[in-house]
């Protein structure tokens, strides 16, 4: 298992404004995500943040709109730029840990665990 | 275009039955397989993990991975209340496993009836 943490909870923005939300996972690691489950919905994956490099996005999401920072191997950041009632989402970071190596030699086995989540609502 | 696919239920178990819930996927390239419970209002926790075929059991779940038939179930023996949430399907192109943005089914709500 896995010690993340997230910051802000929750909250209620306006629209037109940002919103920084922070991860904080318990051990150095190379990679980790960011999520976005809609009210309802399963969760999309929005990007990839490997640390000393830039974030790879997915497709429908964009740097301008959710500009990711890597500031070391224990902490992320994801920004909710210009806010719409369409943002309200729940966002979610996760981090891999690595469990071992497959039989055939090819290859990792890693599992992917999850922050609490940051609950946010777009007026 | 990767997609996993569930039921979305509600499917409805007697306490002490088994459950059992399924996912397909359409990604032949897919290497690394999980299955996540969900709360109402918390985070996904993970459940079982699977990487090969044929059946990995943990206390009273099993995992089933059958990558001819790009299926993947779950067994959960001697339901509970506690059970009843909303498992989620994942699946990994990348041989990292959870090293790899995972791609989600829409999940399946499960209800333990006591």
């Not at chain 1, 902490?75 to 210009?82: A, E, G, I, R």
């Amino acid at each position: 298992s896995a010690v993340i943490s997230q910051k802000p909870s929750r909250d209620i923005c306006q629209r037109g404004t940002s919103l920084t939300i922070q991860c904080q996972v318990d051990s150095q690691v190379t990679m980790m995500f960011w999520y976005r489950q809609q009210p309802g919905q399963s969760l999309t994956l929005i990007a990839t943040a490997n640390q000393g490099s830039e974030a790879t996005y997915e497709s429908g999401f964009v740097i301008d709109k959710f500009p990711i920072s890597r500031q070391n191997l224990t902490f992320s950041t994801l920004t909710v730029s210009n806010m719409s009632p369409e943002d309200s989402s729940i966002y979610l970071c996760s981090r891999d840990g690595h469990i071992g190596y497959r039989a055939s030699g090819r290859g990792v086995m890693s599992e992917q665990f999850f922050g609490p989540g940051t609950r946010l609502t777009v007026l | 275009q990767k997609e996993v696919e569930q039921n979305s239920g509600p499917l409805s178990v007697p306490e002490g039955a088994i459950a059992s819930l399924n996912c397909t996927y359409s990604d032949r390239g897919s290497q690394s397989f999980f299955w996540y419970r969900q709360y109402s209002g918390k985070s996904p926790e993970l459940i079982m993990s699977i990487y090969s075929n044929g059946d990995k059991e943990d206390g009273r779940f099993t995992a089933q991975l059958n990558k001819a038939s790009q299926y993947v179930s779950l067994l959960i023996r001697d339901s509970q209340p506690s059970d009843s949430a909303t498992y989620l399907c994942a699946v990994s192109r990348l041989s990292g496993g959870g090293a790899d943005g995972l791609t989600f089914g829409k999940g399946t709500h499960l209800i333990i009836q006591p």
